[in-house]
């Protein structure tokens, strides 16, 4: 089912968007049939569970953070992914900038967005993602290419048109003032019950994994 489920989205979106099989609890071997059906991206949720999956998957496809990473994790997360979809705050950069120094890495990262302004939730403001981004231009070592966002969690996907379409002004704004320094070109949104949604609102990345590996157990 993998296969024909992975297949069936991927012949539905649109060029110039790609996408990320989120794998949190899944086993090698799911991910493994992902791969074999065309997956180049896997998007992970923990270091420590990244870190065993790489080991045996391999470095031929992209492994990206998609979850809220923790400080102490960071010098951990530097050495497996490629691409931080979830930097959130300025102490973070620092720490991560540090950490690639070390190894003399350059960390691709999108800036995590809190879209909708939930006070629970990790994020900065998409209002904030400008002055944000130009706080974190001091860290060398990183390589801000765009933002990320998950949006609030509601029943109607409809709903969540305001804050992807909130989320694309500001990338599109920074665009405009950073696009010609910057690769700046991922717009991150859009999950198993959202993606349609997000890709009529301009996504170019989404993060999928229900809808292609099942519910999860
Ligand atoms: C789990 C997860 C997804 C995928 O969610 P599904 O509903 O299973 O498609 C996407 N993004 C993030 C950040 C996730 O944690």
């Known amino acids: 089912m993998i296969k024909e489920n992975f297949q069936n989205i991927l012949s539905q979106l649109p060029p110039g968007v790609e996408l990320v099989a989120a ?7 799911e991910i493994k049939a992902a791969i074999s059906a065309g997956a180049r991206i896997i998007g992970e949720n923990y270091v420590k569970e990244a870190k065993d999956k790489v080991a045996v998957v391999g470095r031929d496809v992209k492994w990206h953070l998609i ?3 923790q400080k102490n994790k960071a010098k951990a997360a530097v050495g497996i992914f490629d691409m931080i979809e979830t930097l959130d705050s300025l102490e973070l950069a620092g720490i991560l900038d540090q950490e690639c120094k070390r190894i003399n890495k350059f960390m691709p990262v999108l800036i ?4 909708a302004g939930e006070l629970q939730k990790a994020g900065i403001l998409p209002e904030a993602a400008e002055k944000f981004l130009k706080q974190i231009l001091v860290f060398s070592n990183l390589k801000p290419m765009g933002l990320m966002t ?7 996907v409809e709903g969540l048109r305001p804050y992807f379409k909130k989320t694309k ?7 405009k003032t950073y696009g010609s320094k910057l690769d700046w070109r991922y717009l991150s949104m859009g999950m198993s019950s959202s993606w349609k949604v997000a890709v009529e609102e301009g996504t170019n990345l989404v ?3 229900t809808a292609i590996f099942g519910e999860r157990r």
Do not use: T
Not at 23 to 29: G, I, L, N, T
Not at 150 to 156: A, E, I, N, R, V
């Open 23 to 29: 794998a949190k609890e899944r086993s090698v071997d």
């Open 67 to 69: 979850g809220h990473l």
């Open 112 to 115: 995590e967005v809190n879209s």
């Open 150 to 156: 998950m949006g609030p969690w509601l029943d109607d």
């Open 169 to 175: 002004d500001s990338f599109e704004q920074i665009k």
């Open 207 to 209: 993060r999928i994994g």
